[in-house]
């Protein structure tokens, strides 16, 4: 049975990066965040969605992520009233695609709120990536076109590095690009002689 590797880290921290890198490496990876979006555009979640926080949420019959997003970032009720509709049904699909994925001894699990959601509790390691708050703010501004403050409101919901670090087996400090995955390789190696 493979083995379930989670692979975490604040916004901004480069999970991408890490998790890209994986995937070159031959090894299958599952971006819960991709997922989420794809399940969450499925008839019977939009419905749910709607029924929760309203037609607003809709763009020509279309999930609008960022009305959705406004709406539960600075609410915790209604941000946990999300998950609660989502994480269920994002668990349930990367169940299935580890039983495709049996054939490898590890899979990666890539999720940004892996502790918050709980799915933590179904890994065998876990890997977290930390980088400066800086480097981080100003990544995110660049990559989602918005302002630090923004950034920092969506960062407030989500445990900090030292929380994170405390629970994981190992830490991946994204720096520079070949740093990073020289740091990656050698974890790979500690996981392959487990």
């Known amino acids: 049975m493979a ?16 998790a890209n890198y994986l995937k070159s490496k031959g090894i299958p990876v599952y971006i819960a965040d991709d997922e989420a979006k794809l399940l969450m555009q499925s008839d019977d979640i939009l419905k749910t969605l709607v029924e929760e926080f309203g037609d607003d949420i809709l763009k020509d019959g279309i999930l609008n992520r960022e ?3 406004q709406l539960v970032f600075n609410n915790p009720q209604k941000l946990q009233k999300l998950n609660t509709i989502v994480h269920p049904i ?8 580890v039983s495709k994925h049996q054939d490898f001894p590890f899979v990666v699990k890539e999720a940004a709120i892996l ?7 179904d890994c ?34 989500q445990w900090t590095d030292e ?7 190992y830490v991946i400090n994204n720096i520079s690009v070949k740093e ?8 790979l190696k500690l996981l392959k002689n487990q």
């Open 115 to 121: 502790f918050e959601s709980g799915s933590y509790k």
């Open 67 to 69: 009305k959705l997003a």
């Open 90 to 97: 994002v668990k349930k699909h990367f169940d299935s695609w």
């Open 163 to 169: 929380e994170r670090i405390a629970k994981s087996n």
């Open 180 to 187: 990073t995955q020289r740091q990656t390789d050698r974890i």
């Open 3 to 18: 083995k379930i590797i989670g692979l975490t880290g604040g916004i901004g921290s480069g999970k991408t990066l890490v």
């Open 124 to 157: 065998d390691s876990i890997i977290t990536v930390t980088a400066p708050l800086e480097t981080r703010i100003e990544r995110v501004v660049l990559r989602d076109k918005t302002d630090a403050k923004n950034v920092l409101n969506r960062m407030k919901n």
